[in-house]
């Protein structure tokens, strides 16, 4: 009951946590591909590619604050009340936010396995649209 009274500071934090990280990630994904299908594609004709590093590092920090956003919002709900509703509100979007954006980027890397795999870079067009000369 005491728990009730004075929830543990810790276990909040945690939760809002996976929830901003969820969040922060879903907008720098956002962002990353507008930058590569606007600015990026500028930066990387006048740098000869040099800015691919950028375009990777943006690549990859979503899904690392997505899989510390779960980590968290796991922690946070193991550690949880059930009276703690709003903390417990806050892991579980925090955890549905993380999960679909660990989803899309699994999808995203099997894409492109299956687009290496495939040969489609060279002459995808025909193969898909053979009418089409």
Known sequence: ???QINPDPATKKLATT???L????WGIYILQWCFDLT????LATLTVGSSA???TILDILPAVLWVTGIITGHVALHRIDQFEAKSRRRA????VLSYIGVFFTILLIAAVIF???TGIESGWLSKVFPQIH
């Open 18 to 20: 996976s929830l901003l």
């Open 1 to 3: 009951m005491a728990n």
């Open 115 to 117: 687009i290496v795999a």
């Open 92 to 95: 579980i979007w925090g955890l």
């Open 39 to 42: 600015l990026g594609l500028v």
């Open 22 to 25: 969820g969040i922060i990630g």
């Open 53 to 55: 590093i950028c375009g």
